[in-house]
């Protein structure tokens, strides 16, 4: 039964991408009012509840079927695919770490579309050195006093809460970080005008500062000594799907190659009829098929609740250049037909590079797998 609702899951989520996604991929500068539009449609298809309880108003499935959705909505458009899931992960989150009660109201918002929701950690000089963040959070009498700035972040220029990362206490380090519930429509808040992300506009990426914001006590999404930790193991299914969605956007390129292999002649013969074209395609695929079980291997690991930091790292650093190489190397295969806006090449070939930063950078990811080398040897 769970395999039947991922299937119909992805199936839905291909439908709905040709359909509400791929007529507008090419504006390079969606207005926030056609994203959010795009965001309520996405929560009336269910996708921002994949792993939400079923009492909340959400599937209730693993994260291995929101690591499907991904892929699948990765092939038309990694930016929305991004801003899908950035908005589901708040839910999640509330869901997860809240008493059903409080996380109710908040979760039923963002599943049914009613509220964007995004995730606030990059700051001006604090990127994939998360520990580094300067936004401070103050206890007061009516909970807490955040201050800073955050950039970067995808689905703020329209998103309506925030989970905002904030230092309590500088001399803790990592363990003063907390996570704090923050609604865009109080005082205290300001967006900051930034210039729209040409290469992937639809992830909606912004900025904001936070002066003098006043955080209930109540709205602490997860407190110090936490925060840090809840937030890496996210972090870790974030490089996993964006791996998985690297593997759908190859996916779509592969296909397109395929059948236009098929359909063009040249010198008396298909394309695909040439032996040197198709090992491109070939080669593709074989290094598409190694991404995916590298993608499974760290899936199955947060599914069973197993460290997931060496093996989720390794997905993103293989897949993320899998597609560098074979997207450029399909384009290529295709021709001057490629670089038509119609088809998808050029869009994931940005889209890529973009993933290649998010949720840590690759030389970062390199560094996490060789760690695992310093062990003494008799360590287990």
């Not at 499907?68 to 695919?81: I, K, R, T, W, Y």
Request: aromatic share 6%.
């Amino acid at each position: 039964m769970g395999a039947a609702r991922v299937t119909d899951l992805t199936a839905r989520a291909r439908a709905w991408s040709r359909a509400e996604v791929e007529p507008g991929v090419n504006d390079p500068a969606p207005s926030a009012t056609v994203l959010r539009q795009r965001i309520a449609s996405a929560a009336a298809h269910g996708f921002l509840g994949v792993q939400v309880p079923q009492a909340l108003g959400g599937l209730g499935l693993p994260f291995s079927a929101k690591l499907a959705l991904g892929e699948a909505l990765a092939q038309v458009d990694f930016g929305s695919a991004m801003a899908v899931l950035n908005t589901h992960n708040v839910a999640e989150q509330l869901a997860r770490l809240w008493p059903q009660s409080t996380a109710a109201p908040w979760v039923r918002a963002i599943v049914s579309g009613e509220r964007v929701a995004c995730t606030a950690l990059t700051e001006p000089e604090a990127g994939s050195d998360f520990a580094a963040i300067q936004t401070r959070a103050t206890r007061t009498a009516a909970g807490w006093q955040l201050d800073g700035q955050k950039t970067w972040i995808i689905n703020a220029c329209y998103a309506d809460l925030v989970v905002v990362y904030a230092q309590t206490d500088p001399q803790r380090g990592a363990a003063g970080i907390g996570a704090f519930l923050v609604e865009a429509q109080r005082p205290g808040f300001h967006r900051v005008s930034e210039q729209p992300l040409g290469t992937v506009p639809t992830l909606g990426v912004g900025g904001f500062r936070l002066e003098g914001y006043v955080c209930p006590a109540e709205a602490v999404v997860s407190p110090p000594g936490e925060a840090f930790k809840d937030i890496l193991h996210a972090i870790n299914g974030a490089r996993t799907y964006v791996a998985a969605m690297c593997c759908g956007m190859v996916e779509s390129c592969l296909q397109i190659a395929a059948e236009y292999g098929q359909s063009r002649h040249t010198f008396g013969k298909p394309l695909m009829g040439h032996q040197g074209w198709r090992w491109a395609l070939a080669q593709a695929s074989v290094d598409l098929a190694a991404a995916r079980l590298l993608v499974g291997q760290a899936a199955a690991h947060i599914d069973a609740e197993a460290d997931a930091q060496v093996s989720a790292a390794q997905a993103k650093i293989f897949a993320t250049g899998m597609a560098q190489t074979h997207i450029a190397k399909l384009l290529h295969a295709m021709g001057a037909e490629g670089l038509h806006a119609h088809h998808p090449f050029t869009r994931h070939l940005q889209a890529v590079q973009a993933a290649t930063f998010t949720d840590g950078a690759t030389e970062m990811l390199l560094e996490r797998v060789a760690r695992q080398f310093n062990r003494p040897s008799n360590a287990p």
